[in-house]
Every structure is written in structure tokens, then in C-alpha cells.
């Protein structure tokens, strides 16, 4: 892209500002105040152009600002953010966060297997993952998870197992 003068235009300032924008934003975020993060996310992603990589991480922050305030589109801006080319895995763990909190699990497992797919130790995504625990799997895999034999063998195994897990050995001591 050429300016009038034919030299390429500076983006440097452009990205200060972004950058300046999303750091106050993260820490209004942190101290839980998302509608002032809000305005700062929106001014980071429109300080940039779309094709900047920094961009749809931006505009996933903007995204999961409107989520915690449950304003209109933000997981739509969360979802359009991952779908871009230059998506990171802070992208990904973004939507997983909307989409937790949209109480939508599945589609946030999904996003946190899409960004693991592109940064394997991702900190953030490995952390959410385990916080999210993992379910075991229905005692007869052919009934669905819901069914009331599943259930039923289920409550059994699991008092049954962890009840064996808290009972000491003779011998073991704390």
C-alpha cells in the first residue's frame, strides 16, 4: 500500500496507540470494570487495519468484553475474530472464554482443540482446559448419557471408586 508521496505509510504509530489502548484495557478488565475495557478494546481493533495480525486478537477482546456484558454480538465478534487467517491461540482462548460464558461448554471445547491445534502449550488454553475438568465416559456407550441405567450405574461406580480413592492402605501414613 502507497501513500500520495509513494512511500509506504507508517503503521508504528498506529500500533503504539493500539497497543497503549489494549494494555489500559486489560487492566480495567482485570479490576472487573468491562465497560470501560470495552471502549478501550473497540479503540485498539479500529486503530489498526483488518489485515494487521494484531487485529483479530484485538477484536476478540472487544468480543468477550461484550460477552461479560452481555451486549449483542460479541461472541459473533468472537467467532468472526477466530475465523480470521491471522488468528492466534489467545484468539481461540478468547472465544472459549465467550462461549463458557454464554454457557455454551461444547462449542468451547472446540475452541480450546482449535488454538491447542495452533500453540500445543498454549498457558492460557491448557489452564481453561483443565479448569473445565474432563467428564468420563456413559458406563454403556450405546444409551446416551442422559438415560436412566447410565445414570443410575454411574452414581454406583463413581461413590464406588472414590470411595476407594480416600481409603488408606494399612501401612500408609501422612
Known amino acids: 500500500m502507497q501513500t500520495e508521496g509513494g512511500a509506504a505509510?507508517?503503521?508504528s504509530r498506529q500500533e503504539a496507540m493500539a497497543q497503549q489502548c489494549f494494555e489500559e484495557g486489560r487492566r480495567m478488565a482485570e479490576a472487573g470494570d468491562w465497560r470501560d475495557a470495552l471502549e478501550r478494546f473497540?479503540?485498539?481493533a479500529h486503530a489498526l487495519p483488518h489485515y494487521h495480525p494484531m487485529y483479530p486478537f484485538y477484536l476478540s477482546c472487544e468480543g468477550l468484553a461484550m460477552v461479560h456484558l452481555k451486549a449483542p454480538g460479541g461472541l459473533d465478534l468472537c467467532r468472526r475474530a477466530a475465523?480470521?487467517?491471522e488468528a492466534g491461540a489467545d484468539v481461540f482462548e478468547n472465544l472459549a472464554r465467550a462461549e463458557l460464558l454464554s454457557n455454551r461448554r461444547w462449542a468451547a471445547l472446540q475452541a480450546i482443540q482449535a488454538g491447542l491445534m495452533i500453540e500445543e502449550?498454549?498457558?492460557?488454553?491448557?489452564?481453561?482446559r483443565r479448569s473445565m475438568g474432563v467428564r468420563r465416559a456413559p458406563v454403556i456407550g450405546f444409551l446416551s448419557r442422559d438415560h436412566w441405567v447410565n445414570r443410575f450405574i454411574g452414581r454406583l461406580t463413581y461413590r464406588r471408586?472414590?470411595?476407594l480413592r480416600t481409603r488408606q492402605l494399612p501401612?500408609?501414613?501422612?
Do not use: T
Open 83 to 85: 475465523a480470521m487467517p
Open 9 to 11: 505509510p507508517d503503521f
Open 121 to 128: 502449550a498454549h498457558e492460557g488454553l491448557v489452564r481453561l
Open 161 to 163: 471408586s472414590s470411595h
Open 42 to 44: 473497540q479503540a485498539a
Open 171 to 174: 501401612g500408609d501414613s501422612e
